[in-house]
């Protein structure tokens, strides 16, 4: 069977499953953090801000996949920032390494678990919309995910109640009063110009998108598109946890056939590493003004 089988027995991760992960990382950390934080590509070295950090590689957690993937080391990082206790995801797994969407999102329905209350996602993307520019910040209002319309995503099984209900709705998947402090806080710190509002397209990977594929996300209304993030919010809505996510805008997808442009993923590692520390200063400062 491949990575995509959702409903295979040999990648069917349940509550008990979770719950050990859980208690095998609470007992060797004295954080208990109500703040989850994702790191996209190139977007790792938010690590640096935490201080009192214990440290976990991937492997070495049950239950966790491994990264393969440049630009994500692959570590879960506890620490504290802004006098707030956080668990960090430095780095995260993909569909496109042969995951089920499950076990992308299962470190997700850990942090509920450890006690995470609110989720803060980050990834790279490209740009559909043509008014975007690459360096942008995207705060995420909305996703469309084609790939769970295809029915492959992480809630599909049997539901289990003590994570959340059957038919959870999406419409508000990412918090309103989130997004107004993120973009209240992007403002004060001077990146008004630079930061937008908009919609984020999921798509598996790991090829970017055909000319064709890129129009036909225009017409579909959303902004940005990458590989990642949705799986780990339907999981986050379904278990009660707060949404805030935002993508860097680090390639404009290809819209036209003739065009010279191609992207690629050192591009995206590049425009990681440059706007890095804007993005740090915004999630940092987004940290410590949130309130439980």
Same mark, same amino acid.
């Given at each position: 069977?491949?990575?995509? &089988?959702?409903?295979s027995? !040999?990648?069917v991760?349940?509550?008990e ?5 859980a ?5 060797r950390?004295?954080h208990? *953090?109500?703040?989850? /934080?994702i790191?996209? $590509? #190139?977007l790792g070295? =938010?690590v640096?801000?935490? &201080?009192?950090t214990?440290s976990?590689e991937f492997r070495d957690?049950?239950n966790?996949? &491994?990264s393969?993937v ?8 506890f ?7 956080v /668990?960090?995801m430095?780095?995260? @797994?993909?569909?496109y390494?042969g995951?089920?969407a %499950?076990?992308?999102?299962?470190p ?6 450890l ?5 803060? /996602? &980050?990834?790279a993307a ?8 690459v360096?942008?910040?995207m705060v995420?209002?909305?996703?469309i ?8 995503? *992480?809630?599909? #099984?049997?539901n289990?109640s003590?994570f959340?209900?059957r038919?959870?709705p999406? !419409?508000?998947?990412?918090d309103?009063?989130?997004? !107004?402090l993120?973009l209240k ?8 110009e630079? /930061?937008r509002e908009g919609?984020y !397209?999921?798509?598996?990977?790991p090829?970017? +998108?055909?000319v064709?594929?890129? %129009?036909l996300?225009n017409?579909?209304?959303?902004d940005?598109?990458g590989?990642?993030?949705v799986?780990?919010?339907l999981?986050? %809505?379904?278990? #009660?946890?707060?949404?805030?996510g935002?993508?860097?805008v ?5 819209? +036209? ?5 191609? *992207?690629?993923?050192e +591009?995206?590692? =590049?425009?990681g590493e440059? %706007? $890095?520390?804007? =993005?740090q200063?915004?999630i940092?400062e987004?940290?410590g003004?949130? @309130?439980?």
């Amino acid at each position: 069977m491949n990575g995509f &089988t959702t409903l295979s027995a !040999s990648n069917v991760l349940g509550y008990e499953d979770a719950k050990s992960t859980a208690e095998f990382l609470l007992s060797r950390t004295d954080h208990r *953090p109500t703040i989850g /934080v994702i790191c996209g $590509s #190139g977007l790792g070295g =938010m690590v640096k801000l935490l &201080t009192d950090t214990d440290s976990f590689e991937f492997r070495d957690i049950p239950n966790f996949a &491994t990264s393969t993937v440049v630009g994500h080391a692959g570590k879960l990082v506890f620490g504290s920032l802004q006098d707030k206790s956080v /668990v960090l995801m430095q780095g995260r @797994v993909h569909m496109y390494e042969g995951h089920s969407a %499950r076990k992308v999102a299962f470190p997700v329905r850990v942090f509920k678990l450890l006690g995470v209350k609110t989720l803060i /996602v &980050t990834n790279a993307a490209g740009a559909i919309n043509r008014t975007y520019n690459v360096g942008d910040l995207m705060v995420i209002c909305d996703h469309i995910n084609l790939v769970g319309l295809a029915g492959l995503n *992480p809630l599909v #099984g049997v539901n289990d109640s003590r994570f959340g209900t059957r038919f959870p709705p999406m !419409s508000t998947a990412y918090d309103k009063g989130l997004r !107004s402090l993120g973009l209240k806080l992007a403002s004060e710190l001077g990146m008004k110009e630079f /930061v937008r509002e908009g919609v984020y !397209s999921f798509q598996s990977g790991p090829m970017f +998108e055909t000319v064709g594929e890129c %129009r036909l996300l225009n017409v579909l209304g959303a902004d940005v598109t990458g590989m990642s993030t949705v799986p780990e919010v339907l999981v986050a %809505r379904h278990c #009660g946890i707060r949404v805030f996510g935002v993508s860097l805008v680090t390639n404009r997808c290809v819209m +036209e056939l003739d065009s010279d442009e191609v *992207p690629n993923h050192e +591009e995206v590692l =590049m425009m990681g590493e440059k %706007r $890095s520390a804007d =993005m740090q200063r915004l999630i940092s400062e987004f940290v410590g003004k949130i @309130v439980d």
